[in-house]
């Protein structure tokens, strides 16, 4: 390869920040798109608030299966609140950069909770075949 073409094909210059454009077609009416999300976000926080306290304060659930709920409950709160934020502010404050580091630590945390969900219905699918196959042990 020529001495030409390899300085021709380098660059220098560095993303710093990431332009998110939203749904295309709908600028003039995607702050509208706000309140309905909001109110799933909020529904979904207050929903798996609620199997928290729920399995908490109830004696009787304490059984590998309501605890496995609960645990997934938390990693929903977590996927919720990793997403959602970024969403509405862009649709409500037309927030559409979003800089390298945090883009990397959404997708981190994103990656890491839809694992920890994967995890645990695995979890909860080898209970349930103990649970019929070998029944009382």
Same mark, same amino acid.
């Given at each position: 390869?020529?001495?030409?073409?390899?300085?021709?094909?380098?660059?220098?210059?560095?993303?710093?920040?990431?332009?998110?454009?939203? !749904?295309?077609? %709908?600028?003039?009416?995607?702050?509208?798109? !706000?309140?309905?999300?909001?109110?799933?976000?909020?529904?979904? #926080?207050?929903?798996?608030?609620?199997?928290?306290?729920?399995?908490? +304060?109830?004696?009787?659930?304490?059984?590998?299966?309501?605890?496995?709920?609960?645990?997934?409950?938390?990693?929903?709160?977590?996927? &919720?609140?990793? %997403?959602?934020?970024?969403?509405? *502010? #862009?649709?409500?404050?037309? *927030?559409? =950069?979003?800089?390298?580091?945090?883009?990397? &630590? +959404?997708?981190? &945390?994103?990656?890491?909770?839809? =694992?920890?969900?994967?995890?645990?219905?695995?979890?909860?699918?080898?209970?349930?075949?103990? *649970?019929?196959?070998?029944?009382?042990?």
């Amino acid at each position: 390869m020529s001495t030409s073409l390899k300085v021709s094909n380098s660059s220098k210059s560095q993303v710093s920040e990431f332009i998110l454009l939203g !749904f295309p077609g %709908i600028h003039s009416w995607q702050h509208w798109l !706000f309140g309905p999300l909001a109110l799933l976000h909020l529904s979904a #926080i207050s929903a798996n608030t609620l199997i928290l306290i729920t399995i908490c +304060q109830d004696p009787s659930l304490k059984q590998p299966l309501y605890l496995f709920l609960g645990i997934l409950s938390i990693g929903d709160m977590g996927l &919720a609140t990793t %997403i959602m934020p970024k969403i509405l *502010a #862009i649709f409500w404050f037309n *927030a559409k =950069g979003i800089s390298l580091p945090e883009c990397f &630590a +959404q997708i981190y &945390a994103i990656h890491c909770f839809v =694992g920890m969900e994967s995890g645990i219905f695995l979890c909860m699918a080898f209970d349930r075949y103990v *649970a019929i196959c070998h029944p009382l042990r």
